[in-house]
């Protein structure tokens, strides 16, 4: 199956607004794909169908492979795909490694009865979903704030902390909604160091990114996305020479 | 002395069966986020199920089976965990404010049930000689007296006990994380319906379980008994305690049900007799007035939510320093 994700027709309306229409994307394995679009192309809308937030008044997903069309949001983590939001979504009560452990999967102790039949096992565990939690926090540099409550973390931080949730669950495809946003310059040059390094070792990761320079350092394809349609597609350097391109961002003619 | 061991004894025996209801609320509230405002149709629920089941048979209403009073409560308990599942099962799925409309009107049609179906609950006149753990000791008021304190507290620690122990589990991380934020929960993979209903129905049985330490230890229920107001005690001692911590919920208990009982004690002391229905409304004022000053000067409680991890997390950090 060379396509972790293959969307077609995708659609979906708010009232009488259509936000998505008859949208079609390909991820394919391993690959950096860049979603770019003016605000209000439906980059968002078309995530929140892949990542099963929002039901597609029509259209077909298939993620490796599975048909998820119909499948619930919190379905999608186990298919392999894992997503982060626009506006970081910290739990912000909870310290660090707290918010990096609700990522686990297939706990034993998510059920009562575990917790007092089955001692043992939901020990081991969870001392092992601790190990990589912890091996994770190193690898975004958040190790230092474990013990620490998540609202504590700047915006930055907070966008490291949603990828390494999502890290814990073994994505083979992460959906990234604007990791760049309100980041400082220093801590972006390693959120792009750290993705491009996910994606080296083979997740394929789906981006929505208005920063081009990043888009154009990461990518390895670029589909743009205009008024809720697909517009074109393309290396990065193909695209943000397409006269059609600049014509959606700036709203002028391309000279 | 011995008479003010006894009093001890009563006033401590009575403020944990709140406290009990308190640990089951905070379940809900504390733990999930869940607004339960009918907590008095789950203990009322599982007060009378626990006294059908344990009262000798009487030909003018159902029952009773003459059980054991432990099989009362697990039944108690268990009518609380279907209550509140068939009823979380058409509401959980309602935003905050509305779960709290849902819950208020169950537990006036619960209160209201029990008032009218009187083949069932013998009615307006309440079910009497349910029967008392160590009924027998009772000519002795002080060993009955303490005995039943150590019951009720052995109840409350094992309840305590269990929901600390999943409070600081996988599971109880789950219910913080959906209460947090229920959207990023999902795109983790966590059910939030299924966990929130969990979290409903297992503060649901407590309560039951409640209601019935509580009818038994005083020998006889009645609808009265089981109105909002009990609802708003129990909020009232979580908030005061400290929601989301569980030893908050048993101290806010204790210290709202000792500023309840001493400000009806006070008001017994100072209003003239003829006066003294119309004073007893004081002591909500009271309450109020508590809730108050508490939420201005400890906005957390008196003990706040505390910063839980795993136990494991606690021991790598040991081992690293």
């Given at each position: 199956m060379p396509h972790v994700i293959a969307a077609s027709g995708l659609s979906l309306s708010f009232g009488g607004v259509?936000?998505?229409?008859?949208m079609s994307i390909q991820l394919r394995r391993g690959e950096f794909l860049g979603l770019i679009g003016p605000n209000g192309a439906g980059k968002t809308t078309l995530f929140n169908m892949l990542a099963g937030t929002y039901k597609a008044d029509a259209g077909c997903i298939l993620i490796n492979g599975v048909?998820?069309?119909?499948?619930?949001?919190?379905a999608r983590i186990g298919m392999g795909l894992g997503r982060t939001f626009q506006i970081p979504r910290p739990f912000p009560h909870m310290t660090v490694i707290e918010n990096v452990l609700?990522?686990?999967?297939?706990?034993?102790?998510?059920?009562?009865l575990a917790n007092f039949l089955r001692i043992g096992k939901v020990a081991a565990q969870e001392r092992a979903a601790i190990d990589k939690a912890k091996g994770i926090l190193n690898f975004l540099k958040l190790d230092h704030l474990m013990h620490e409550p998540a609202r504590v973390l700047s915006g930055g931080q907070r966008k490291l902390l949603e990828l390494a949730r999502v890290l814990m669950a073994d994505p083979s495809v992460i959906l990234l909604d604007?990791?760049?946003?309100?980041?400082n310059p220093a801590l972006l040059g390693f959120i792009i160091d750290r993705v491009r390094d996910l994606n080296a070792r083979g997740t394929s990761i789906l981006l929505i990114e208005h920063n081009m320079d990043m888009v154009a350092r990461l990518c390895h394809r670029v589909v743009v996305m205009v008024g809720g349609r697909y517009l074109t597609e393309g290396s990065p350097q193909a695209v943000a020479a397409n006269p059609a391109v600049i014509h959606a961002y700036l709203g002028v003619a391309a000279q | 002395m011995i008479e003010l061991v006894s009093y001890g004894a009563f006033f401590l025996t009575l403020a944990l069966t709140f406290a009990i209801m308190c640990l089951g609320l905070n379940v809900q509230w504390g733990q999930t986020g869940l607004f339960n405002v009918g907590v008095a149709g789950f203990v009322g629920i599982g007060a009378y199920v626990s006294a059908l089941v344990t009262t000798p048979d009487l030909p003018?209403?159902?029952?009773?089976?003459?059980?054991?009073i432990a099989v009362g409560w697990l039944a108690a308990a268990l009518a609380g965990a279907v209550a509140a599942a068939l009823l979380g099962a058409l509401t959980i799925r309602l935003r905050a404010d509305y779960l709290a409309i849902a819950t208020f009107g169950f537990a006036v049609v619960v209160q209201l049930c029990v008032l009218n179906l009187q083949s069932v609950?013998?009615?307006?006149?309440g079910i009497s000689f349910i029967p008392r753990p160590f009924g027998a000791l009772a000519g002795d008021p002080l060993i009955f007296g303490l005995l039943n304190l150590a019951v009720v507290a052995a109840v409350t620690l094992g309840v305590y006990a269990a929901l600390e122990h999943l409070t600081r589990s996988p599971w109880g991380r789950v219910l913080r994380a959906i209460r947090e934020d229920e959207q990023a929960a999902t795109a983790l993979g966590k059910n939030a319906i299924s966990f929130r209903l969990q979290a409903f129905a297992m503060g649901g049985a407590i309560m039951g379980l409640a209601g019935a330490v509580q009818g038994h230890f005083i020998g006889y229920i009645s609808p009265e008994a089981y109105v909002p107001i009990l609802t708003f005690q129990v909020w009232a001692m979580l908030i005061v305690g400290g929601s989301g911590n569980n030893r908050g919920a048993i101290l806010g208990a204790i210290v709202v049900w000792a500023f309840w009982a001493a400000s009806g004690a006070l008001i017994a002391a100072i209003v003239p007799p003829e006066e003294q229905a119309r004073a007893s409304a004081l002591k909500i004022v009271m309450i109020g007035l508590a809730i108050c000053l508490v939420l201005l000067l400890r906005p957390r409680g008196l003990l706040g939510e505390l910063k839980t991890v795993s136990r494991h997390v606690d021991d790598g950090k040991d081992a690293k320093t």
């Open positions: 259509k936000a998505v229409d008859d048909d998820a069309s119909r499948g619930r949001a919190s609700t990522g686990a999967q297939n706990q034993a102790a998510e059920t009562i604007e990791p760049a946003a309100g980041v | 003018e209403r159902l029952g009773g089976f003459g059980w054991p609950t013998g009615g307006p006149f």
